[in-house]
């Protein structure tokens, strides 16, 4: 009863707890659903629909500007609404131009081939991408109004789209066009739930509006833009590595990984993110409160986490087979080597906002520069070895857990402590995962 009273007068934890519930409903929705969908869709179209979400995530973070946080942090409401009026605006007109280039391009170079027409899948992904951008900057500002009760349904509203929209397609025969669908009507469908609770938008946009923006979030644009830039090419290289290398089935398989970890990973993050970045805006002068509070989250994740990542890292191959179908045991295999590389993701996820709302927006720049350096010398590395495709994303993704521990690190540095204890739990935790993994493979006989 004291640990339920001290929750109720938490804030932080009564909001997460709001958020998750929804995300509960959503994420189980989803988990029956993708049952079904990976009997339904061939390896090759999550491949292809991974490539052209690869190749969007890119493009959103070069038209972002990094303004996205700028509209929690904007000092007025009005402040906030002018900032995602100007940055939307801007974000549309670079797609367009973007949109264009790429089909001007298209008898030179295409930057992904589909079982559709180039110019049509260029369009589905930009529809993705505008509605998807909207959707995510709508989110901020929602967060920012603390309306939790308009953020709880939109958990739901993606997962009935999963539902009504993608196992259809599947059955239809749309193949990856399916999957895009059923993601642009979810961010499509939230969007407009949450615009009929309160408009972002100022009702006339003057040049004035435009330059009192950028010259507020120059810090934004200078620091954090680059930084953004550089991280989701970072981020993407295996993706569009496996996918050119060797080719979208091969894709498609650590496309299934990524999303069944995911769907625990979003049931939890996304509260947890909404919330930590407003709590750490609110916390921003009280940098070693605001540390002992963040490094409390990362030991918490710890230890929730041991148990079920030990089941995976000795039984993932099993437990794919038996849920999924045999034809993507390999992605178990692959969720078992690369467990730890995702739980630092998630912390990494979950504190993202913390550098911003402390105004260190220097030191994710700084941290996106080694990240990019390291991921590109890996795949340099890997050009001159022969390896396959199961090598190639173990080896990414130890690259890309050390890069999430040290982004993490840097965090604390900002925030002048719990830095060397952070890394010492870290080295352990993962000591435990692997020490653990081979030991009961040995012992099972694996």
């Known amino acids: 009863m004291r640990l339920l009273d001290k929750i109720r007068k938490n804030d932080f934890w009564v909001s997460v707890t709001k958020l998750t519930a929804g995300q509960l409903i959503g994420q189980f929705i989803t988990l029956i659903a993708t049952i079904f969908l990976s009997r339904i869709y061939e390896s090759s179209d999550y491949g292809t629909y991974g490539i052209i979400i690869s190749t969007s995530t890119i493009i959103m973070s070069i038209i972002s500007l990094a303004l996205g946080s700028a509209v929690m942090v904007a000092k007025t409401d009005l402040d906030s609404k002018r900032v995602f009026t100007v940055t939307y605006t801007f974000q549309i007109v670079f797609l367009l131009f973007i949109a264009a280039s790429m089909l ?50 939109n958990s739901l ?20 066009v399916g999957l895009l669908l059923a993601s642009i009507c979810s961010s499509l469908f939230s969007v407009i739930h949450m615009l009929r609770t309160s408009s972002p938008f100022i009702k006339s946009l003057h040049w004035t509006d435009v330059k009192q923006t950028f010259l507020d979030c120059k810090e934004f644009i200078l620091f954090q833009y680059p930084s953004n830039i550089m991280a989701s090419f970072a981020t993407q290289i295996p993706n569009l590595t496996l996918f050119a290398t060797f080719g979208s089935s091969a894709l498609g398989t650590y496309t299934m990984c990524n999303k069944v970890f995911q769907m625990p990973m979003n049931l939890i993050v996304s509260p947890i993110q909404t919330i930590y970045f407003r709590t750490a805006a609110q916390m921003s002068d009280k940098k070693a409160e605001l540390a002992d509070f963040s490094f409390g989250l990362v030991k918490k994740f710890m230890l929730i986490a041991i148990l079920p990542m030990m089941i995976i890292m000795v039984f993932g191959e099993a437990i794919f087979s038996f849920v999924l179908g045999s034809q993507w045991a390999e992605s178990g295999k692959i969720a078992a080597y690369i467990c730890p590389y995702f739980f630092f993701y998630f912390c990494n996820n979950c504190l993202t906002y913390s550098k911003v709302a402390i105004g260190a927006q220097k030191y994710n720049l700084l941290h996106t520069i080694l990240y990019f350096v390291g991921i590109a010398g890996t795949l340099i590395f890997m050009q001159s070895i022969m390896i396959g495709s199961f090598q190639m994303i173990i080896l990414f993704s130890s690259v890309g857990m050390f890069f999430h521990i040290l982004d993490l690190f840097l965090t604390f540095v900002c925030m002048h402590k719990n830095a060397g204890k952070f890394v010492a739990c870290s080295l352990v935790f993962n000591l435990i995962c692997y020490a653990g993994m081979f030991g009961f493979r040995y012992l099972l006989g694996y």
């Open 104 to 153: 001007a391009l298209a008898p030179i170079k295409r930057f992904f081939e589909t079982s559709i027409s180039y110019s049509l899948s260029v369009l589905l992904m930009v529809i993705y991408i505008a509605v998807n951008t909207l959707y995510t900057m709508m989110r901020v500002y929602i967060n920012r109004l603390k309306l939790n009760n308009v953020l709880f349904l």
């Open 157 to 176: 509203i993606t997962a009935m789209c999963t539902v009504l929209i993608s196992i259809p397609l599947g059955l239809l025969g749309f193949g990856f």
